[in-house]
Each structure stands twice: as structure tokens, then as C-alpha cells.
């Protein structure tokens, strides 16, 4: 559920959960709190995060590298690469040791997604070379696509972009993760519309998007979408652009989501002679 984007689905479930451990007198599991953490994640509650992290290591539940992997993500969206870098590379060992070799790629293919949200695109793109993907195991790895799709983007590659875009999209609709994948990449597709002369057809189809998002309450997607619609609209010439972002510098700020409002910061800097 948390996947499919229905956020309020899912804190039903995750308090039946409760209700089932308390009722056989038993404290919840691992996963329960896993999944509680990456559900605090997708709403932007790193503090929520936090308190996920310090009980699966505290009562020692046993599930250290789900905790690696939710830790490294918000150390991303925190803007704090060199710990993110550390903490998939601890990922990424830990699995290859209990040979865990698919596992292990997923968490390779973060630490080349990495390259690019640090400023170095076509080292992220070189890493994904050097680290393909089995076709074998294509069905069961499903983030390379929608990286590629932000690395390209910073290279201008815009008909690689519109080709791992539409790729990250169709893996999503047929795993049935159809819900922050689509919207994420939908960015990138956005974002070249608009470059392309289209932007009132990317305009509106963003903020629908952004409503989507909204309802269910999925911030952190949101965020990605206020950020899209709010280049787009100021490149366009729309005052409510700058607004835009502003708002979502100052409240991905006070979320921590300081990746996010450094990139709304950068935006807003731009200016028709920078094109």
C-alpha cells in the first residue's frame, strides 16, 4: 500500500498490526518497523525515520541492513552525501558477503544514483555501465531506469531521458508500483515537454499530478512534483513559479529535506540569460 501511494491504507493496516501483537502479547517485529519507518519516510517525517532506525537497533530486531537501506535514503534527502555514500557501501558489503548478489546490485545502483545527486552525472552514468544489470534479473531490479532518467537529465540527454522515463514507468505499472515511480519520472517527461515549447501541457498536467500527490498524502513525492511544476511554470514566464518555490524551499527546509529546498533554491536563481 505504501508503494501504491495510499498512505492512509496503510497507517490502517500498520495499527491493526499493533493491535494483533498486543493481542498475543507480543512486541512488534522487524518488518513492522521497517515498514513504519519508510511509511514516516514517504509522509517526510524524518523524525518518524529516526525512531524507526533507534528500535530496530536498539531492541536488536535483526534486520540491520533494512535499516542501512532506510537510513542512506534519508541521509540522501537530508543532503548528506558523504553519509549516504558510507552507508550504502557498508550496504552494499554486508550483502555481498552473505552473497546476496541481487540485493547487493540494487544497493550498487544507489550508490551510482548517488554520483548524480551530488553534482557528477556521467560518473553516475559511467557507473551504471560498469554495473549492468543481469537480464535475468531485470524483472526483480526495477530503480535503474528511473535513476538513469535524473542523470540523463543533467547531461541534456533529453531523448535519453524520455526513453528511461517511459521504461521506469512501464516496470512500475507491471509490478503494480504504480504510484511514486510514475509521478517521479513523469518530472523528467514534464520537464522536456516544457524544453520542447510545450510548457502549458506540462504545466497542467503537473499540477494535477502535484494534487494527486497532495490527497494521499505523499509529501516526499510531492515535494518532487513542486519542484518540477515550479521550474517549469517560472521558465514559462509564470509569476506563480517563483511563489512556488519559495514555498517549497522553506517547507522542505523545515522538513529536512534539504536536497529538495537547495534544488527550489537553485531554481529560483535562474534567469532567462542562464538558459
Request: hydrophobic share 40%.
Amino acid at each position: 500500500m505504501v508503494k501504491l501511494g495510499e498512505i492512509d491504507l496503510a497507517e490502517i493496516k500498520l495499527r491493526e498490526a499493533s493491535w494483533e501483537y498486543e493481542a498475543i502479547g507480543q512486541p512488534a517485529n522487524a518488518f513492522f518497523t521497517l515498514t513504519k519507518g519508510w511509511l514516516s519516510f514517504e509522509r517526510a517525517d524524518l523524525e518518524g525515520v529516526r525512531n524507526a532506525l533507534h528500535l530496530m537497533r536498539t531492541e536488536q530486531l535483526g534486520i540491520e541492513e533494512g535499516a542501512l537501506d532506510l537510513e542512506a535514503t534519508a541521509f540522501v534527502e537530508q543532503g548528506r552525501f558523504s553519509e549516504a555514500r558510507a552507508t550504502y557501501e557498508r550496504l552494499v558489503t554486508s550483502r555481498k558477503t552473505r552473497s546476496v548478489l541481487l540485493d547487493a546490485l540494487d544497493a550498487q545502483l544507489d550508490l551510482c544514483a548517488l554520483s548524480c545527486r551530488e553534482g557528477h552525472p556521467l560518473e553516475g552514468l559511467d557507473c551504471f555501465g560498469k554495473n549492468p544489470v543481469p537480464p535475468e534479473m531485470e524483472v526483480y531490479v526495477s530503480s535503474k531506469n528511473l535513476y538513469l532518467t535524473s542523470c540523463l537529465y543533467e547531461t541534456r540527454d533529453f531523448q535519453g531521458v524520455e526513453k528511461a522515463a517511459r521504461a521506469a514507468q512501464a516496470e512500475a505499472q507491471d509490478r503494480g508500483w504504480t504510484f511514486a515511480r510514475r509521478l517521479v519520472a513523469n518530472t523528467y517527461l514534464m520537464r522536456v515537454g516544457a524544453a520542447r515549447a510545450q510548457p502549458d501541457r506540462a504545466i497542467a498536467t503537473l499540477r494535477t499530478d502535484l494534487a494527486e500527490a497532495e490527497a494521499k498524502k505523499m509529501k516526499r513525492v510531492a515535494f518532487e512534483v513542486a519542484l518540477a511544476l515550479g521550474e517549469v511554470e517560472l521558465r514559462a514566464g509564470r509569476p506563480e513559479g517563483r511563489t512556488r518555490l519559495r514555498k517549497l524551499e522553506q517547507e522542505a527546509r523545515s522538513k529536512e529535506f534539504f536536497r529538495i529546498a537547495n534544488l527550489a533554491r537553485g531554481a529560483l536563481d535562474w534567469t532567462p540569460t542562464a538558459q
